[in-house]
């Protein structure tokens, strides 16, 4: 079975950019939280969907925002890029009823 | 907000040395989850924990869910080569409901084994 998938892997964008993110849940996982892993840091958690529904965000600014598609599927965006959005961005899915989550291989974004 | 200390923050080792270590948080947690990452990848699950004293093994690995359920263990027996890389222990706080996936982690625990 496929496991996450993210697309694209690698990214570079200006400051001041828009920059959308995909990411495809493991099939049968209805759930698909989002997280921002700067060098060096364990990952922080940005946004969870569940069943196309925002159910968690994290202390994030108002220039990250997600969505959830009727096949599961996610995007995040952000807008109005800082150099400091410079990071690896992790999509992971989780089954419903269960609490694990299993990670993508990520976006790395360079806001150069 | 939540925090989690993991401790410690890197170790070097020979290969087929024990390797312990702990992760420790202000608040409760309900699931304890370990996960390993390598150099550009997303973290691959290798445990969860679900009831506080549960003891859990997955091959040479094996984790332990405190008794207060503010900390976490994990050991790995018999190191070899590719356990290098970083170690993150990760706390989930709501028991079940629809907050899947919301995880707080730790600052990750480097590892790098010695042939």
């Known amino acids: 079975d496929a496991g996450v998938t993210q697309s694209p892997t690698h990214l570079i964008k200006t400051r001041g950019q828009h920059v959308t993110l995909r990411c495809s849940p493991i099939?049968?996982?209805?759930?698909v939280s989002w997280y921002q892993q700067v060098l060096g840091q364990g990952p922080q958690f940005i946004f969870q969907?569940?069943?196309?529904?925002?159910?968690g965000r994290g202390n994030f600014p108002d220039r990250f925002s997600a969505r959830q598609f009727p096949n599961y599927s996610s995007e995040l965006n952000v807008n109005a890029l800082l150099l400091g959005d410079s990071a690896l961005y992790l999509c992971a899915s989780s089954p419903r009823g269960g609490t694990e989550a299993f990670f993508g291989q990520g976006t790395r974004l360079t806001v150069v | 907000g939540q925090q989690l200390n993991q401790s410690p923050q890197s170790m070097f080792i020979q290969e087929g040395e024990d390797v312990s270590m702990n992760c420790t948080s202000s608040?409760?947690?309900?699931?304890w989850l370990w996960y390993k990452q390598d150099p550009g990848e997303g973290p691959v699950l290798l445990i969860a924990?679900?009831?506080?004293?549960e003891l859990t093994s997955n091959g040479r690995l094996t984790a332990q869910f405190g008794i207060t359920r503010k900390d976490s263990f994990l050991n790995i027996s018999a190191s070899i080569p590719s356990d290098v890389g970083i170690y993150f222990c990760?706390?989930?706080?709501?028991?079940?409901?629809?907050?899947?996936?919301?995880?707080?982690f730790g600052q990750g625990t480097i590892l790098t084994v010695h042939p």
């Open positions: 099939s049968g996982h209805k759930s």
């Open positions: 969907y569940y069943e196309k529904e925002e159910r």
């Open positions: 608040s409760i947690f309900n699931t």
């Open positions: 990760a706390g989930q706080l709501d028991a079940g409901g629809t907050s899947y996936g919301k995880l707080t």
């Open positions: 924990l679900y009831k506080a004293g």
